[in-house]
């Protein structure tokens, strides 16, 4: 490890070296302190270590570096810690660990009374044991002394560590320090930095996919690889030259039998089957062959599947074998293996890598075969045979044909990185309704709404006499309007696609599995209903049967139907997946997870919230993103984790002009968090776009976005009472009109407590009444906590407090069982405020009003006016008026005086 090594490349490790100068101040405070560097070749340990010691040249520092070829020699590496600069070498030769120990103790005493000592070893895993034995030895004899102890050890593939040397390291009482991989923003930084290339982020996002984010394969590919091939998208990147002079040295030293075996195996694919590649290779008995292909590194069996299934150990090493073969070798091979698969997408693919020229009669079969599979809903293996077609078709108006058609594919399989990666090429083509269309469509998936519009108008105006196109494009459209929530658009474009497109076509089907969500944003649930039936009959399996699945999956959430919209929706996350659409796997998630918070399963909902996260990282859907999180939002802020629910807030964010879809949720889950903290002030603020929203589309529809009443309780609560009522009426109307019982609940619960503000009790009792009615047959726990709770506060500040006693018990009860600490913290709050003041009470505070005797006892304990209004869900403007009125009663001037004089008081009993 050379400390005068410049390391002007280097990007990222700011988190990683941070933590070590912390470990560092915990070791100068009295150590010692071991950190264990750790991560896969080639990640960074070494420049982490080396760029640590360079910013400390006052710290007395030993470096060494384990050497593979001492690993046997027993305690090499400890004589070596020995012979640093602060003494004289060490005459033993002792191989005894504990010996060794105690003399690497005193040496490291000695030298840490010059400040704190670092001891760094680099390659920890290529040392002899007997030396990491008495490094453990010494860390335990050092008690309050000042050293901190580095070790770098790789993780992952190729193994370099022995099993006792792994035991050893694994015992070590070690702080880990794991060294993350580059995103694409690194990069982006380290090909300016090494190759003066700005890099655009689909080509960055590629290359970290292609090399694990690891910095030592990307500096080969970034000094190795014509910038020109990394702008490809169709481009196969190559291994880099590292792996491939390691593979290529293991090739040459096997046998003729085990290097046919691994190139066979090769050209098959990332996971080729054992008879398969024998077959290739033409051997007879491929087992001996396959046993030393293993014990080079190159290739071993599949965990769990005996000898059937083959896996190359490192994600390199097929690319790098591959890249060994010559032309001629590489078509034979293809040729071979199309001949022994039996799979029709497989035997296409190794027809196409064998074809040297164009062929249309190939570019044709593999079209044959995209329909198919479109039929079948396999959209990840359509645009993979389209690819394929538009590669090898001899006309240049088939090549563009084909390419449009297979961005298309991927993005209706939501593989939406790989989409932006063609567009470029397709962004380069002719204008017209095909590709315009596509263009939408990804801009769609990509949350883009502007540049959606631009593109749809655009294809509609062009479309021409070509009825399919028109087809294709109107849609289009219809996913516009669902994601802006637009029934009545999504309903015409739905009809139009069905009068363009041929019977069976994926236009007209798909436009038939969404157009009943189009019915139910208009506020016709009956059509919407029969909408399903039929879609549900038409398409009794495939990939349009899982569509109608998810979307009667939301309209039965939506429409007070939980139990049957979980069953819909956990067939279709299943089902969908099996057919290969990530899209609408996510769709059906993310209402998955909805669901199951209605109905009280909340680990559940926080279980599809995590499977849509991992999706969406896989996708880059983000026209769900804000869908994704809210439920995560929600629930995290209910149990009272704040920094997990402002992770999800920063996650699902969205702007004022988004979709509908993605502003809805972002606001609302912003809101739901602002409610938990009884800032209600904040709930008006983030929800007051969606009052002046404009168009309206179905935003107002009951049961679909579930945002009036959290907004009209903030109204109700910050005092905004004629407000609240002019928001409040005609919601109540078109909850009345539908007969939709959670929603009335929901806006009856506040009508309750704007009439309780306005002096009205009776008719407050009546509203709480209604609004449980309505929510007794419905299996909605939250629903009804809520409804109890807001019921049991208003009677308690009215001075009924036995009867708000079982309220909130009640609510209590239900709240602790669905995990919402925060409000079975609020109850317990209003419960014990609502018990009788005390006997032995300051004389004066008999005077305040309950509510007032409650602030005033938060105001003494040292809370701020806003966090009384927080606890009291109060406005702060309440809790001011309150308090001033508590000043005057009690003839204070001061919160001190005020302090002063509860203190006085006994405690409660």
Known sequence: MSPNTGDAHVVGLAAEAARLEALLVRARAGGPVVAVIQGPAGIGKTTLLRRFLRRHPELPTTAVTGFPWESGRAGALARRLLEDRGGPPEPSTTTDPADLGIALAGRWVA????????????????????????????????????????????????????????????????????????????????????????????????????????????????????????????????APASVQRRVQRALDRTSPAARSLVEAAAVLGRTPVLADAAAVAALAEPIAALDEASAAGLLTTAAGHGLDALVFPERFIRGAVYGTLSPRARHDLHLRAATVVTDDTERLRHRVEAAPLPDARLADELVELARRKADEGAWALVAGALIDASRISPTRADREDRLIEAVDALAGAGLLDQAVDALPDVEDLPAGPRRDAVLAYVAVQRGRRAEAVSYLDTAWRHRGTNRGAAAVVCQRHVLHALADWNGDELVRWAGRAVEYAEPGSPAAVESRAIVGLGHAARGCIDEAFTAYRQALAESPSGPQHQRARMGLGWLSLAQDHPEAARRELEFAVRTVRQ??????????????????????????????????????????????????????????????????????????????????????????????????????????????????????????????????????????VTDRLAQAEEFLAPLEATAHRRGHRSASARLGYVRGRLLAARGDLPGAEEAFEAARARLAPLPLPYERARVDFAHG????????RRDAAELLTTARQAFAALGAQVYVERCDRELKTGRPASRGAEPGTESLTEQERTVAGLVATGLTNREVAAAMLLSVK??????????????VRSRAELAARFARQPPEQ
Request: proline content about 8%; overall charge negative.
């Open 579 to 716: 057919t290969g659409s990530n899209r609408i796997s996510l769709w059906a998630l993310v209402w998955l997870a909805r669901t199951r918070f209605a109905l009280g399963d909340w680990p559940g909902a926080l279980d599809a919230v995590g499977q849509a996260e991992v999706l969406l990282g896989a996708t880059g859907l983000d026209l769900l993103r804000p869908l994704v999180h809210w439920t995560g939002a929600q629930i995290r802020a209910l149990r009272g984790e704040r920094d997990a629910a402002e992770r999800h807030l920063s996650l699902g964010a969205a702007a004022e002009h988004d979709y509908t879809v993605m502003t809805v949720p972002a606001l609302l889950a912003r809101a739901q968090v602002a409610e938990t903290a009884s800032d209600y002030s904040t709930v008006v603020r983030h929800l007051a776009p969606l009052v002046t929203r404009m168009p309206r589309g179905g935003l107002d529809e009951p049961g679909f976005w579930p945002w009036h009443d959290v907004y009209a309780n903030a109204l109700v």
């Open 878 to 891: 309440t809790v001011q008026f309150h308090l001033t009125r508590v000043y005057v009663k009690l003839g």
């Open 793 to 800: 506060i208003t009677l308690r500040r009215a001075g009924r």
């Open 111 to 238: 030298r840490a009374q010059e400040g704190a000592l670092v001891v760094a070893l680099d390659d920890a895993g290529r040392t002899d044991v007997v030396s990491l034995q008495a490094i453990t030895s010494a860390v335990a004899r050092l008690h309050d002394v000042p050293v901190l102890l580095l070790l770098a050890r790789s993780t992952g593939w190729p193994a370099t560590e022995e099993p006792e040397v792994a035991d050893v390291l694994d015992e070590l009482p070690g702080v880990p320090v794991p060294v993350p991989p580059l995103g694409p923003e690194d990069a982006r930084l380290l090909a300016a930095r090494v190759a003066a290339v700005e890099l655009p982020l689909p080509v960055a996002r590629r290359l970290c996919e292609h090399t694990a984010g690891i910095p030592r394969y990307l500096l080969d590919l970034l000094r190795e690889t014509p910038p020109m091939r990394w702008s490809d998208w169709q481009t196969r990147l190559p």
